[in-house]
């Protein structure tokens, strides 16, 4: 699969600052060859399929423990992606973020050794923890399956939070980036969600979209990051207490997809707000 790798990205996953061995396999098996093709595709897609324009890179730490947290739109995790390939693509040194996957992917032979070797674990709080605990950089979607499942015209709202993060982010004593990603909803624009479907094939649900298919459109879309949020606290605090916390991440969520809405509504216009911040 060699013929797959970008030259750029293979470059780019050497840089990334995490200890390989010298068979390219890192103390959680993530493998570089793996990473190659892995990101040699998303690249592709990020740069001219679905033309990122990434805003606010910057404001992930360049390294340490940090946990990148935003909103989840669009039947298919292709936001997920786009942001991974931020993180590689855009930062210098390049980073590797990790975020949790579904569990149903890991039931899958070929889906579950892909997804670990190139850095997505199963979404379980001790992997999450260990992740930040050895200083790696994480990424959550707090609306979970609830997010992907929003239909076209909720695609740029926002719906119930988890709280589980906001507890890890103050047990670990990691900074949250809060992030708005934008067209996620376009790219698939889910009509309805087939259960039954979804039952056959062991996940959520499956999307039908107007083409029915959820096929991903070549929509451009945009990341905004933020600055970083830091809670105090021990993740032991009341419910209450927890719930400002996570009302706190979700406003400035919801804060960067206004921006990112009005930004798209004059896209010829400077980013004189975003520049300001």
């Known amino acids: 699969m060699r013929w797959l790798v970008d ?3 293979q470059s780019r996953v050497r840089r990334i600052e995490l200890p390989f061995n010298k068979y390219g396999i890192d103390p959680y098996g993530i493998s570089q060859s793996h990473l190659d093709v892995f990101f040699s595709t998303l690249g592709w897609l990020y740069k001219h399929y679905f033309r990122v324009r990434t805003y606010g890179a910057d404001r992930v730490p360049a390294r340490g423990r940090a946990m990148l947290v935003g909103n989840h739109s669009g039947g298919v995790a292709v936001d997920g992606a786009m942001v991974l390939a931020s993180m590689l693509l855009e930062k210098e040194p390049p980073r590797l973020a990790q975020g949790m996957a579904e569990k149903f992917l890991n039931r899958l032979p070929v889906s579950s050794q892909w997804t670990n070797r190139v850095g ?19 990424m959550v979607f707090p609306e979970g399956a609830r997010g992907t499942a929003k239909l076209y015209p909720e695609r740029n709202s926002l719906v119930r939070f988890g709280t589980g993060f906001v507890r890890l982010a103050l047990e670990t004593k990691t900074p949250i980036i809060p992030f708005a990603f934008i067209g996620g909803g376009e790219v698939i624009p889910t009509v309805h969600n087939s259960l039954t479907l979804g039952r056959l094939i062991g996940a959520p649900y499956v999307p039908i979209t107007p083409y029915l298919l959820p096929l991903p459109r070549p929509v451009p879309c945009e990341i905004y990051y933020g600055e970083p949020l830091v809670f105090e606290g021990t993740g032991k605090e009341d419910d209450e207490e927890i719930g400002a916390m996570v009302a706190r991440v979700k406003t400035e969520i919801g804060r960067l997809i206004e921006l990112g809405l009005e930004r798209r509504d004059r896209r010829d216009s400077p980013m004189t707000e975003w520049e300001q911040q």
């Open 120 to 138: 997505q674990f199963t979404g379980l709080p001790e992997h999450a923890s260990r992740l930040l605990e050895d200083e790696r950089l994480l």
């Open 7 to 9: 030259e750029d990205v």
